[in-house]
């Protein structure tokens, strides 16, 4: 089955600077990577995607890239501010929403926006 | 519109003890999961369901059993509690297989399960 890597566990960074979360996939086949961002005590939440198809998405602040080669993908914020504290997670799935084997995730990182 | 919502927050069981975990959603979704997340496990897949009336194993799904009665509802069910299941317990559900905008997995707020 698919196994995602996640990294760095933690990451701490002065408001204002970038942050950069990296994650590698096992499995070829996978072809939707999304980020989800969960808030302390709440369920994970849906950030940004991408699609084998394209190599960088963005949304405001954020953006995504995906080097299918190499078999990874990495979430970037820029600007950060106090709210984008949380634990990121990413995700890896064969089929769009993950499908008949839903989505298989990393471990997670805790960034931490320091003021 | 409530999304997916999840009943009970809390539970504490006793080892041996049974319950159910509650999932319904109001999105007319036909896919829905119950994953379990463990503190730097991430989030793992237990059962999912492509449909009404059908359930399928995910990664982790020893020691609970699942039902899709009705489409909006998914159950899960711990038969003999262990304290290896103390965990929080997430549901989830997404449209469909198809691409596109309609297939982000929407998560429920949780189930904080503890098994002493």
């Known amino acids: 089955g698919e196994n995602v890597e996640q990294h760095p566990s933690t990451l701490s960074v002065q408001e204002g600077d970038s942050a950069v979360i990296k994650c590698t996939y096992s499995?070829?086949?996978?072809?939707?990577f999304p980020w989800y961002k969960q808030e302390l005590g709440k369920g994970p939440q849906l950030i940004i995607d991408?699609?084998?198809?394209?190599g960088e998405k963005k949304d405001q602040r954020i953006a995504v890239t995906l080097n299918k080669t190499a078999k990874h993908f990495s979430l970037h914020i820029t600007e950060t501010q106090p709210e984008d504290s949380a634990v990121y997670f990413c995700?890896?799935?064969?089929?769009?929403?993950?499908?008949?084997?839903?989505?298989?995730f990393g471990k997670g990182t805790h960034l931490i926006i320091q003021p | 519109n409530a999304g997916v919502t999840q009943t009970p927050k809390f539970r504490v069981l006793k080892t041996g003890q049974s319950m159910t975990l509650l999932c319904a959603q109001d999105?007319?979704?036909?896919?829905m999961y119950w994953y379990r997340q463990d503190p730097g496990m991430g989030l793992r897949l237990i059962h999912y369901?492509?449909?009404?009336?059908?359930?399928a194993k995910g990664e982790v799904p020893d020691g609970y059993n699942v039902s899709r009665l009705k489409k909006q509802n998914f159950l899960l069910g711990l038969e003999s509690a262990a304290p290896s299941q103390t965990s929080v317990y997430f549901c989830?559900?997404?449209?469909?297989?198809?691409?596109?905008?309609?297939?982000?997995?929407?998560f429920g707020p949780g189930t904080r399960l503890t098994v002493t």
């Open positions: 369901s492509v449909g009404e009336g059908t359930t």
């Open positions: 991408i699609r084998s198809n394209v």
């Open positions: 499995d070829s086949a996978s072809n939707y």
């Open positions: 989830a559900s997404s449209y469909s297989l198809a691409g596109g905008p309609l297939d982000e997995q929407y």
């Open positions: 999105m007319n979704h036909e896919y």
């Open positions: 995700a890896a799935s064969i089929t769009p929403g993950g499908g008949a084997d839903g989505l298989t």
